[in-house]
């Protein structure tokens, strides 16, 4: 294809995302069998370190700087002192259950309904 266009993904694991704008395949493994697929899991991880950094500026109360968020003890701890920041994503477990929320009213509040 043209440059910056794209035309073709390949998608790293075995579970193909629904809706994609081009054709795609997906790779079991592509982190260790596909070199584009490893330096992009690379960029991605560098970019979420580095995001997570400036996230811990934000929210220092977290601790983002430390785990990066994954949910060791610590964030979970601090989760439920200080409840979940705007940045902690609601569709994931313990936020879930702390804000009872739900795809479908999500989707509701979307449409406006």
Known sequence: GRAGVLDFLLVDGNRMPKDLPVPARTVVKGDATCSCIAAASCIAK??????????????????????????????????????????????FEPIKSMTGWSREEMLRQERGE
Do not use: C, N, W
């Not at 601790?63 to 902690?88: C, D, L, N, W």
């Open 46 to 91: 560098v970019t979420r370190d580095r995001l997570m950094l400036e996230l811990d500026k934000q929210y220092p109360q977290y601790g983002f700087a430390q785990h990066k968020g994954y949910g060791v003890p610590a964030h979970m701890e601090a989760i439920r002192t200080h409840g979940p920041s705007a940045v902690h994503r609601r569709s």
